[in-house]
């Protein structure tokens, strides 16, 4: 209505609207490589900053993604007693808990989020990040080095933990979180999507676009209340009214294949392979703009 101002959307939400065509590229494996030796140094914020700022130059995403995982990998690698610590008890939850809690990872985290912010001041920055399934399943393994047990009441606690975690980056100008999914963690029904209802809501509440990141997409999704974007191969039942698509581009676009049409209202998500060559990239990413 005239003279009422409008909700501001949330910045990846404008960047779609804005650009048909927009691209979202993962690049870590492939410019950690090429530009970092194999490691990308997340510990050190100016270098990883220095080797974001070459990666961004050369390749070009409409995104700034910062994948968490990558990060607690080599967190737990320089802290082994980190690792010690999340063995302590054997609840369901308590790696994780323990993982999430510690406050210098918080710190470090929180540095890096804002320097990425000031150097790409005009582009969505989007933090990616395992779901509460995935995650709890994974500190357990780091802990224990077997698989765990995980019932609803134990996914339930992992989002609470999350969620309590994600507080800590509500002033460092993140735009989008997006959990990422496998195949064996992937939800199963409505009722095990809503086991992350404390993430959904703390993304409401600082506005963030709350993105899935789904390896099959199950049909109930494509009208899921929760989630604002979707990333997955493709999704059956999918609709523009529901959450905005992000379709993956398939691996054999690499090799030659043609890539499939970005989707109306959304956007492709293209992870460039590792061991890619830097000449054939260039050359395929031209048929992606």
């Known amino acids: 209505m005239a003279g009422i101002p409008q909700p501001k959307m949330p910045a990846l939400s404008e960047r779609i609207a804005a650009n048909p065509r927009s691209l979202w590229l993962e690049y870590t494996a492939y410019a950690g490589a ?20 070459k990666a961004q130059s050369l390749l070009k995403s409409d995104v700034i993604a910062l994948p968490l995982a990558a990060v607690q990998t080599q967190w737990l690698d320089a802290h082994p007693e980190l690792k010690t610590a999340m063995a ?13 809690a510690d406050s210098a990872l918080r710190a470090r985290l929180a540095e890096l989020v804002r320097a990425l912010r000031s150097s790409f001041p005009n582009l969505p920055l989007i933090m990616t990040l395992p779901s509460p399934r995935l995650w709890l399943g994974q500190a357990w393994a780091l802990a224990h080095a077997e698989p765990a047990e ?5 996914v339930d606690g992992a989002a609470a933990y ?57 049909r109930f999704v494509a009208s899921a209340q929760g989630p604002r974007f979707l990333v ?50 260039l050359e395929r990413l031209s048929a992606l703009r």
Not at 89 to 100: E, I, S
Not at 163 to 180: K, S, T, Y
Not at 256 to 272: D, L, N, S, V, Y
């Open 88 to 100: 302590a008890k054997r609840r369901a939850v308590f790696p994780l808990k323990t993982l999430l």
């Open 150 to 154: 995980i019932d609803a009441d134990a």
């Open 162 to 218: 999350i969620a309590d975690f994600l507080r800590e980056f509500a002033e460092c100008g993140i735009d989008a979180v997006l959990l990422e999914e496998s195949a064996g963690s992937e939800p199963a029904s409505a009722e095990d999507l809503q086991l992350y209802q404390a993430v959904f809501n703390l993304a409401a509440h600082y506005r963030w676009d709350l993105g899935l990141r789904l390896p099959q997409a199950p």
């Open 232 to 281: 997955t191969p493709g999704i059956s039942g999918w609709a523009a009214a529901g959450p905005i698509l992000g379709l993956v581009v398939p691996a054999s676009f690499w090799s030659g294949e043609a890539a499939p049409e970005c989707p109306e209202g959304g956007f492709r998500f293209a992870e460039i392979p590792a061991d890619a060559r830097p000449e054939s990239v």
């Open 34 to 53: 090429l530009l970092a030796n194999g490691s990308v140094p997340w510990l050190e914020v100016d270098a990883a900053v220095g080797w974001m700022r």
